[in-house]
């Protein structure tokens, strides 16, 4: 089913562009970015000074269980529409997305991160999926990996739909100890970072 919809994916999409071999000179610049599961005012996001990539930061995104946890807690979704203005001649794909956060599991508990990555009116590509088990206290880091890279056919702009889901289970582990799941740090700081590829349009 996966190869399916990425071979459709990859119908609608312009495959036959020229790499460009750095990123186009000139502003690249994010509009909207909107968030259900990561509330307005919870994320920012920035594009770096070699247009390579852009960062979001989030400031309340986690997923928890045990004492204090509300009923839906374990499970937390962020759904992001991103409109990038890329220099004209220019579309973008995303080749590479690094995660970071922290990470409290009690013994017998674990937990997951699930992302799926689609341009508006495209297929999505299917879920990537990374999963943790307790005991553990520390930071945690995870990379997707495009393979193929999808882009947007040319002159036309298209949102960029980025879903995530932070899941914790309590398994085996006390109930009365909490665990959680975080896409930020102790320090409230920590970025995911999404990777353009770039090609040059006819």
Known sequence: MIHAIVAAALAMSTVVLPQADIPPPGA????????SGCPS?????SVSPDNSAFHVVFSSYAAKVGPG????DFRKNCQLSIRVNAPEGFVY??????????LHLERGAT??????????????TGYRSHSWQGPVDDEWRATD???PIIYPPCGVKRNLNINTELRVNVGTSDPKKTSFMAMDSLDGYAKTDYFFSWKRCP
């Open 28 to 35: 690249v610049t994010i509009d909207t970015i909107n968030g």
């Open 41 to 45: 005012g919870t994320t920012s996001v």
């Open 69 to 72: 946890a509300g009923p839906t």
């Open 93 to 102: 794909g995303i080749s590479k997305v690094d995660y970071a956060g922290y």
């Open 111 to 124: 937990s997951s991160l699930r992302s799926t990555y689609y341009f508006q009116g495209m297929a999505d």
């Open 145 to 147: 990996v495009a393979s």
